[in-house]
């Protein structure tokens, strides 16, 4: 796939399969950006429903503006 910028979708993705007990931590990394989120699936799912899902929130994640409420105030950040 082409280059991304920061706000567009990804470029070259990889994504790391890391299995936790009954789950697996799927992370998915933007080439260009560095970007990286990731998602915790079940081992029932099959690697393709697993690296879609961690696309689809590395897409959102690189498409998302920031966003600023009323006021100004930065929006709370949640772990």
Do not use: C
């Amino acid at each position: 796939m082409a280059g991304s910028d920061a706000h567009g979708p990804p470029g070259r993705v990889f994504f790391e399969f890391i299995p936790l007990g009954q789950q697996m931590r799927v992370a998915a990394i933007d080439e260009a950006t560095s970007t990286e989120v990731v998602v915790i699936a079940p081992l029932t799912a099959s690697r393709l429903q697993m690296q879609q899902l961690a696309l689809a929130k590395l897409k959102r994640k690189l498409g998302a503006a920031p966003e600023t409420p009323p006021g100004g105030a930065p929006p709370p950040r949640y772990a």
